[in-house]
């Protein structure tokens, strides 16, 4: 088992045809991004891996985007995808680390323990010049078990006690004009503005050209944002998403205490009994 969460492109090449390692492209793009992540997938991907759809595999009954599904059809899904227990896990995404920060958040929900993201994603191993393969075959589906871990996620509510405890941090992962209410939400219906109480850490600041920051840079952030190792955090931003790229950070520097308000501003910002600030 790996300490860091990250793994490079050419670890991957190294150990690509590993029997116990499976690798997953997670790509999603929001609808102004002008990108169909299952085309790029069905025209090139890293040899062997599995398409995973953040809106399929989700609780496709909630009106909220992309929420956590039941324990039961997310072993589902994973057997479907030839994904079973026991097995290394490596995720990316077409973007560098965004997308595929979420799946790695998910997975380890569900009780995987060894699962990385591809620091960089496909774009660093395009520019390390790895093989792509626009082959899609699956393999034979394994046994997955799933147990959700309930303490790595937050209601409303939950979230509504942390920002009035005094103790918990509650990190928006939003561009600085979406957490100050200066623009448009993009969802319909959506207020403008924050949850009071939170502090804003736009996601972009601990990533550079696509990879996750330095352990001793994104030590800085977080110290400059005053939260300590043993500080509990919970991270949010438009739809859940991006929230989980601060939980991979705050997981590189060792720091475990964390949640993900999964209803994220798409629930707060609609519901018209939560403040706006």
Known sequence: ML????VSPQWLAEHLDAPDLVTIDASWYLPDMGRDAKAEYAAGHIPGARFFDIDDVSDTESPLPHMLPSAAKFASKMKQLGIGDGQSIVVYDGMGIFSSARVWWMLRVFGVKQVYVLDGGLPAWKAAKLPLTD??????ERQFTASLNHDMVRSLL???????????????ARPPERFNGQV???????RAGHMPGALNLPFPLVLQD?????????????????????DPVITSCGSGVTAAILVLALTRIGHYNTAIYDGSWAEWGTNTETEVV
Do not use: C, Y
Not at 135 to 140: E, G, N, R
Not at 158 to 172: I, M, N, P, W, Y
Not at 217 to 224: C, G, H, K, P
């Open 158 to 172: 939950q979230v509504e006690a942390a920002l009035k405890d005094g103790r918990t941090f509650v990190l928006d």
């Open 3 to 6: 300490k860091d969460p990250l």
């Open 135 to 140: 082959d899609h075959t699956l393999p034979k």
């Open 184 to 190: 448009p939400e993009p969802r319909a219906g959506v």
């Open 210 to 230: 696509g990879k996750m920051r330095s352990v001793d840079e994104l030590n800085d952030i977080f110290t400059q944002m005053g939260i300590a190792s043993a």
